[in-house]
């Protein structure tokens, strides 16, 4: 009887296990990575989750960067102690992974990402965060045009003041644009800054710098403040992941100005590193019920809240994030909210 009860406990945990990672249908056994492909979109081959593709992954932790998946490598589901894995081949032309160092001569640029770069691009050229209101106006800014000009083009000379950073050319110039605070709790949570354009240093005099307007997205005005380039670019080679911690949080912008938000659109959230919030978590959105009328008895009655959709994190500050619409099955909205997959 002892040994049965044992048996039957040994199925179970192992049955457990097993729905931890919950493959597709109609998986493949094998999958050659080709270019264009997103680690998102692999995962999603394979898994009915993608963001547990940590879980399936069987990588070798003696090599370098071994998450890293190119094009021309194999993919091929295996089982290990009874759990799905998949393992990575380099194909014929790179031969097996084996279990020693050794050395990557592909470019890592050539690497498959995560999520579509090109949907984020454009974006990150143009939008920033800045955490406090005190760092915003302690930025060095556009003190004067050239020949007294207001407002200034590509190619104009400006003249900046304040306090540059050494072995720093080259400055991006913002604007204030929405200061963002917590909808429940009303705590300040930081500005967007909207892009203006480039400027590159020219000569400096005391606090005064010449400047070279380079790029721009708008006219440069007096008053335009100004930061050196984030020195971060975007991990596009982090894992699909859950929050380690409980999530509740809300959509609270679209940068882009749109109203309607679908697929491959980026939102800002309310929540950021302090949160628990890392680049590649996955969280899912949910639309907010209505508040309807029962026309029965004369209530208000609010209608449950619907799962809408999936958006992966790509860039998080101290108390907010940026993400990326992966899916989405209806539109969604500000206000929406985000919650742990």
Do not use: C
Request: without cysteine; proline residues 6%; glycine residues 10%.
């Amino acid at each position: 009887m002892r040994k049965s009860l044992l048996a039957l406990l040994l199925v179970a945990v192992g049955g457990i296990a097993h729905a931890a990672v919950q493959l597709k249908d109609d998986h493949p056994e094998q999958y050659t990575v080709v270019k264009g492909d997103t680690l998102w979109d692999i995962s999603g081959r394979f898994l009915r989750e993608p963001w547990k593709w940590p879980e399936l992954w069987h990588a070798n932790p003696q090599i370098e960067n071994p998450h890293l998946i190119y094009p021309g490598d194999n993919l091929s589901l295996v089982y290990i102690d009874g759990q799905p894995r998949l393992t990575l081949n380099r194909g014929t032309s790179r031969g097996t992974i084996k279990l020693s160092p050794t050395v990557r001569t592909t470019p890592m640029a050539e690497a498959i990402p995560t999520i579509p770069l090109e949907a984020i691009n454009s974006f990150l050229l143009s939008n920033r965060i800045i955490d406090s209101a005190e760092q915003f106006e302690a930025a060095p800014y556009i003190v004067a045009g050239n020949a007294e000009r207001v407002i200034s083009g590509s190619g104009d000379r400006i003249y900046g003041r304040g306090a540059f950073e050494d072995g720093m050319p080259v400055y991006g110039i913002f604007r204030q644009g929405k200061t963002y605070f917590d909808p429940e709790t009303q705590e300040f949570l930081g500005i967007n800054a909207d892009d203006v354009g480039t400027a590159e240093i020219l000569d400096m005099e005391g606090d005064i710098a010449t400047m070279m307007l380079t790029r721009v997205t708008q006219e440069a005005r007096i008053g335009d403040r100004l930061f050196p380039s984030e020195e971060r670019a975007v991990n596009s080679t982090f894992m699909p992941s859950e929050p380690e911690g409980e999530i509740k949080g809300v959509i609270l912008d679209v940068p882009r100005g749109v109203t309607q938000i679908g697929q491959f659109d980026v939102v800002t959230l309310n929540k950021g590193a302090r949160d628990g919030i890392k680049d590649g978590n996955v969280l899912a959105v949910y639309k907010t019920g209505e508040t309807v009328r029962d026309r029965v008895t004369g209530e208000n009655v609010k209608i449950p809240d619907e799962r809408a959709g999936l958006l992966m994190v790509f860039r998080t500050y101290e108390k907010l994030s940026y993400g990326l619409v992966l899916q989405a099955t209806r539109s969604l909205a500000v206000q929406d909210k985000v919650r742990n997959p």
